[in-house]
C-alpha cells in the first residue's frame, strides 16, 4: 500500500498532505518532484494544494500540461486512486480528469475558514467511511474556488462524474448562505465516474488529527488506503 | 555643498566624512553606494545609539541583533529565528506591492539564518474607515499580505489592524515572520573563505527599485514620481527561492547567506565582507539583467524582489547551481571573497567602485537623540461608562477582525494551533516537542501620552497575551515607528519609548533579538503617532494542553485579577511594575496548568469594557457585571494597563483564582455572571446582546460586493 505526493513549482501543501497521510493511515508517502512521477509507483498519488507556477494564466492550467498528468492518467486507467485538494482540483479539472471550471470566489477575494460540508455521496474509495448526508467540518483557502459547469457537463451528472460534497449549514441544508465562494448547488468535490478520482476544495489535511477538532479529514485517506488494502485499487 | 553630493543623499558632514575615507572624491557609483548605505534606513544613524539599551543576549539566544534575523534556542534541538520589520513607505504609494514586499523582505530575513519560514504575524495601522483614499490602502495591503503570505505557502496566523486619524493616508505595515532550522542548519551572512564565489540566486535584476532604502528615508508624498521606487513583488518565485536555499543549505553547499532586500547587492555583499573582515571582488556584466544599458550603480543598488546572494566553496560551485536549475531559479557567480578589504565592483572592465569596506558598511556618521523631561500628555478620561460603551461599540475598534484575517491562509503548514483572533497565536514545533506563541502589541495612544510608560505597558501586554495561552516569552523583536527623528518632540518620544521598553525586557530578562526602526512616518508637519511595535515570542508550558486551551468557552462566571483599576484613569498610562507582572503571569500560566480555567482574556486597547463586551459579542451570551466594591467605576471599565486578566471559570475556581491572585501580591474580584440576552453594568443595561453580534458583525469596509 503506497501512497505519494506530487509536487509541482509552487505547491504549499504537498507536506502538509504527507505529514496528514502518515497520521490518519501510518503510510508514508513521499513527496515526488513533477517531473519524476513516472518513475514513482504508487496506489494514491496526490495533488495537492498550493500555488503551482504562481496560478500564472489560471489556477492549474500550466500545471495541467506537466508530464505528470500523463503519468496519472495511465495510474487512473490502471486502476489507481487520485486525489486533488484544492489547487490539485484546480489541475484535475484543467486537465480534463473532472468536468467543470473554477470562478474568482463571489466576494472576490481570497477566503480562509472553516465550512460545514454534507456527503452527497458515498461509494467512492474516499468517501466509503462517510455516511451519506453526513455533516462534517473542514477548512477552506481559496480565491478561485467557485466551481461551475456547463449544461452539457451537469447533464452528464451521475454518467460522467458524481457532486461528493456540497458546502452546508450546520444542519446539512444546502443553500446560498452557507455557500463560501458561489459554487454552483453548493458543490465542493466531485468525483469522476469510477469514484477513483476525487477533487475537493477543502483541506482534509488541514482537520485530520484531534488537535484541530473534529479530525473529520482523516477518513478521506482513511478510505483510501484501507481500501486499496481490500483490493478494490491496483495494489492488491 | 557638492552637487554629486545631493544626488548621493548626504549630508555635506557625511560628503567630507566620504571624501576623507576615500582620500579621494568618490565615484559616481560609489558616492550613491554610500548614500544609500548611510541613509536612515540601512544605517540606523539616528537611532543606533539609542538602541544600545536593549539586553541582546543570554537566555536562549543564538544570534543577536545585527544579523538579518534573530536566532533563539527552543529546545530538541532547534532553533527559531523571528524579525519584525516595517513596509510602510511603499505601502503608503502603492498599498499591493508595498504590502507584498513587504511580507516577501521579512520572509528572506529569516531564510537568510538557513530556516523554514512557518509563520507571519502583521501589525496594520490605517486611517479611519470610510474615506476614500484610506480605504483604497487598506484594502490594498490586505490583498497584498494575503496575496504573498497565500501564494508562498507561510500562514498568517495572528496579528493587529487599528485604524487612527493619525494614519490618514500615511498607513503603516509590520510583518514578523518566524522560521525554524535544525541547530546544525543555522547560516550566518559573514562571507566564507578567500577566494568562494559570490553565487547570485533568483530574480534577474532590473531597474525597479533602484534606491529605494533613500526613499524610505524621507518623509512621503503621494507623487507619481516615486512611484518605480516601489518593487514588485512575486511570491512564486519567493516559494521557489525558498525551496532551493534550503535545499542548498541542508545539503551543506553555502558558508553564508545575505538577502537582497534595501540597497540590493551593494548591501548584501558589504554585510557579508564587513562581517568576515575581508572584501569582495564582482563583476557586475555577470549579473543576470532584465533590462539592457543598466549603468554599475543602477545593478548595483537595484532593488529587485526574490533575490539572495550565497557564498560557496569554489568546489560546490557546480552542485549549488545544479540545484538553482532543478528549481527553476536563475543564478550566477558574480563575484568572489578577497583577502583585501575592499568592495570592489567592475561593469564590463571598467572600475565603478573600489571602496574601503569599513568606509561602506560603517562609515556613516552616527546622531545621538535626546529625551526631553516631562513631555507628557494626558489623554481626557471618559465621562460616563454607558457613553464609553457607545463610542466603543461603534468605533471601528470593535467590529471583528474575521473580515480582515479571512483573507489569510492561517493554517497551511499544520502547525497553527491557535491562529488568527486569539490572546497569541501558538504554532506547534513537533521537531522541538514545543508550542510557540507568538503575538504583536501596539499602544500609540499610550506612548503618544507618556513614551516610557506606554512602550513599557506595549511590552507587558505581550507578556500577558502570552500568560494568557500559557507561555513564557524567550524573545522580542520590535518595530519601532516615527516621525522625523530631527522634530525634537518624535526624538524624545522614540528615546522615551525605547527606555520603556529596554527596562521591561531587562526586568524580564527577556532578549531583544532584532528588529527594525521606521523613521519618517507621517504627512510633512504631521507625524504619526508615535508606534513601537513589540512581537513576543514564547513557549508554552508543557504541562498545558493546548486542545483544551483551544475548546475553552466562556462559562460560568467572570472574575478579574490583578488590580481593580486601569491607569489612564487620570489620563496617563501606569508606571510599570514589572516585577508584579511577572509574578502575576507566572499564576496564570499556573491556572491554566491545572485546568482551574481555561478562558482567558487580556485587558488591552478599550480596556475591560472592550474585553468584556468582545467576549460577550464572541461568545453571543449577555454579562451581569458589578464594579468592585469601593473602586472607581471609570478606572474599573475604561482603565488601560497594569497586570489586569479577565477569567471566565465555574463559580467554584473562585478561591484557587484569589490564591492565586495573592500569591503574585495582587487582588481578585468577581465581576459578575454569564448569561442573559444583555450586558447590565451595575444593573444598568449597556447593550444587547443582540446589538452587540451586529455591531461586531460590521463591515469596515464597504465592499460593493456581498455584505
Not at chain 1, 465542493?188 to 484541530?212: C, I, K, S, Y
Not at chain 2, 513631555?375 to 464609553?388: G, S, V, Y
Not at chain 2, 463586551?613 to 464594579?627: E, H, K, N, W
Request: proline content about 6%.
Amino acid at each position: 500500500m503506497r501512497a505519494a505526493v506530487c509536487v509541482f513549482p509552487g505547491s504549499n501543501c504537498d507536506r502538509d498532505a504527507s505529514h496528514a497521510i502518515r497520521e490518519a493511515t501510518g503510510v508514508v508517502a513521499p513527496l515526488v518532484w513533477h517531473t519524476d512521477v513516472a518513475r514513482v509507483r504508487a496506489d494514491l498519488w496526490v495533488l495537492p494544494g498550493g500555488f503551482s507556477y504562481g496560478d500564472y494564466l489560471r489556477a492549474g492550467a500550466l500545471a495541467a500540461l506537466s508530464p505528470a498528468i500523463d503519468a496519472m492518467r495511465r495510474h487512473v486507467n490502471e486502476g489507481g486512486l487520485l486525489l486533488g485538494i484544492c489547487n490539485g482540483f484546480q489541475i484535475l479539472v484543467e486537465a480534463g480528469f473532472l468536468p467543470g471550471a473554477f470562478q474568482s470566489n463571489d466576494v472576490l477575494h481570497f477566503t480562509a475558514r472553516d465550512v460545514f460540508l454534507r456527503v452527497a455521496r458515498t461509494s467512492s474509495p474516499f468517501l466509503s467511511l462517510y455516511r451519506e448526508g453526513e455533516v462534517i467540518e473542514l477548512p477552506i483557502a481559496h480565491g478561485e474556488g467557485s466551481y461551475q459547469m456547463g449544461d452539457d457537463e451537469a447533464s452528464r451528472l451521475g454518467a460522467t462524474h458524481h457532486v461528493a460534497l456540497q458546502y452546508c449549514d450546520g444542519a446539512g441544508r444546502v443553500q446560498p448562505e452557507a455557500n463560501p465562494n458561489g459554487s454552483v448547488d453548493g458543490i465542493a468535490a466531485v468525483t469522476d465516474a469510477t469514484g477513483r478520482v476525487l477533487g475537493m476544495m477543502p483541506h482534509p489535511e488541514r482537520n485530520a488529527e484531534p488537535l484541530f477538532g473534529t479530525a473529520d479529514g482523516q477518513r478521506i485517506f482513511q478510505g483510501a488506503l484501507g481500501t486499496v488494502r481490500r483490493g478494490v485499487g491496483r495494489g492488491a | 555643498m557638492a552637487p554629486e553630493a545631493t544626488q548621493a543623499g548626504l549630508s555635506e558632514e557625511e560628503w567630507a566624512v566620504l571624501v576623507r575615507g576615500l582620500g579621494r572624491q568618490p565615484r559616481p557609483a560609489e558616492a550613491l553606494m554610500a548614500g544609500v548605505l548611510w541613509s536612515e534606513h540601512c544605517s540606523y544613524k539616528h537611532s543606533k545609539t539609542t538602541l544600545r539599551s536593549f539586553p541582546t543576549a543570554g537566555g536562549r539566544v543564538a544570534v543577536g541583533p545585527g544579523e538579518n534575523a534573530g536566532v533563539l534556542d527552543i529546545g530538541g534541538g532547534m532553533l527559531l529565528a523571528a524579525k519584525i520589520e516595517s513596509h510602510n513607505h511603499p505601502s503608503a504609494v502603492e498599498p499591493f506591492q508595498g504590502a507584498a514586499t513587504g511580507m516577501g523582505g521579512i520572509m528572506r530575513d529569516v531564510l537568510s539564518a538557513g530556516a523554514r519560514p512557518i509563520a507571519f504575524l502583521d501589525a496594520l495601522f490605517f486611517g479611519p474607515p470610510g474615506e476614500a483614499t484610506d480605504d483604497w490602502l487598506a484594502h490594498g495591503i490586505v490583498a497584498g499580505v494575503a496575496h504573498y503570505g497565500n501564494c508562498v505557502g507561510v500562514a498568517t496566523v495572528g496579528g493587529l489592524t487599528r485604524f487612527d486619524e493619525a494614519y490618514a493616508r500615511t498607513p503603516l505595515v509590520n510583518a514578523l515572520c518566524i522560521g525554524i532550522a535544525p541547530m546544525d542548519g543555522l547560516l550566518r551572512s559573514s562571507a566564507g573563505p578567500v577566494g568562494s564565489k559570490l553565487l547570485l540566486i533568483g530574480a534577474a535584476t532590473g531597474r525597479d527599485g533602484v534606491a529605494g532604502a533613500a526613499f524610505a528615508s524621507r518623509e512621503t508624498s503621494q507623487d507619481e514620481a516615486t512611484r518605480p521606487q516601489v518593487q514588485i513583488g512575486d511570491p512564486f518565485q519567493g516559494k521557489l527561492l525558498v525551496e532551493t536555499v534550503l535545499e542548498l543549505a541542508e545539503k551543506g553547499l553555502i558558508c553564508s547567506l545575505g538577502d537582497l532586500g534595501a540597497a540590493g547587492i551593494t548591501s548584501a555583499a558589504a554585510e557579508m565582507a564587513a562581517r568576515a573582515g575581508r572584501g569582495v571582488r564582482i563583476d557586475l556584466s555577470a549579473v543576470p539583467l532584465r533590462e539592457n544599458g543598466m549603468t554599475a550603480a543602477e545593478i548595483l543598488l537595484s532593488e529587485t524582489q526574490e533575490r539572495m546572494l550565497a557564498c560557496v566553496r569554489v568546489e560546490d560551485e557546480k552542485a549549488a547551481l545544479a540545484i538553482c536549475a532543478r528549481w527553476g531559479l536563475p543564478a550566477a557567480v558574480i563575484g568572489t571573497v578577497t583577502e583585501e578589504p575592499t568592495f570592489h565592483a567592475s561593469l564590463d572592465g571598467a572600475v565603478a567602485c573600489a571602496m574601503p569596506i569599513a568606509v561602506l558598511s560603517g562609515g556613516a556618521p552616527l546622531s545621538a537623540l535626546s529625551e526631553m523631561g516631562g513631555q507628557r500628555t494626558p489623554a481626557a478620561p471618559p465621562k460616563d461608562i454607558l457613553a464609553a460603551v457607545m463610542d466603543l461599540v461603534g468605533s471601528a475598534a470593535f467590529p471583528s477582525r474575521r473580515q480582515v484575517f479571512e483573507h489569510f491562509d492561517d493554517r497551511v503548514g499544520l502547525r497553527t494551533a491557535v491562529g488568527p483572533g486569539g490572546e497569541a497565536a501558538l504554532l506547534r514545533v513537533w521537531e522541538a516537542s514545543a508550542t510557540v506563541a507568538a503575538t504583536v502589541t501596539a499602544r500609540p495612544r499610550l506612548v503618544a501620552a507618556d513614551a516610557f510608560s506606554g512602550a513599557a505597558e506595549t511590552v507587558l501586554e505581550a507578556l500577558r497575551r502570552l500568560a494568557a495561552v500559557g507561555a513564557r516569552p524567550i524573545g522580542i523583536t520590535d518595530c519601532l515607528n516615527f516621525g522625523d527623528p530631527d522634530d525634537a518632540a518624535v526624538a524624545s518620544d522614540f528615546v522615551g519609548a525605547v527606555r520603556g521598553i529596554a527596562q521591561v525586557a531587562t526586568v524580564l530578562s527577556v532578549p531583544v533579538i532584532g528588529g527594525n526602526v521606521s523613521f519618517y512616518n507621517g504627512r510633512p508637519g504631521q507625524p504619526i503617532l508615535p508606534t513601537p511595535v513589540v512581537g513576543m515570542i514564547g513557549l508554552v508550558d508543557p504541562a498545558i494542553d493546548v486542545a483544551a486551551l483551544r475548546r475553552a468557552k466562556a462559562e460560568g462566571s467572570l472574575f478579574l485579577l490583578g488590580r481593580a483599576e486601569g491607569g489612564m484613569a487620570k489620563g496617563l498610562p501606569p508606571g510599570p511594575d514589572v516585577d508584579a507582572e511577572a509574578r502575576l503571569a507566572e499564576e496564570v500560566i499556573g491556572l491554566l496548568a491545572e485546568g482551574v480555567a481555561g478562558f482567558v482574556k487580556t485587558i488591552g486597547h478599550g480596556g475591560l469594557l472592550a474585553a468584556a463586551l468582545g467576549l460577550a459579542a464572541d461568545s453571543r451570551t449577555g454579562l451581569r457585571l458589578v464594579t468592585p466594591e469601593g473602586a472607581d467605576r471609570s478606572g474599573v471599565w475604561c482603565g488601560e494597563g497594569g497586570p489586569r486578566y479577565l477569567f471566565a471559570a465555574p463559580q467554584g475556581a473562585e478561591e484557587r483564582l484569589r490564591h492565586a491572585a495573592g500569591r503574585a501580591g495582587c487582588e481578585m474580584w468577581r465581576l459578575g455572571t454569564i448569561g442573559g440576552d444583555a450586558v447590565l453594568i451595575d444593573g444598568e443595561r449597556a447593550a444587547t446582546v443582540e446589538n452587540l453580534v451586529a455591531r461586531r458583525g460590521a463591515r469596515l469596509w464597504g465592499t460593493g460586493v456581498r455584505a
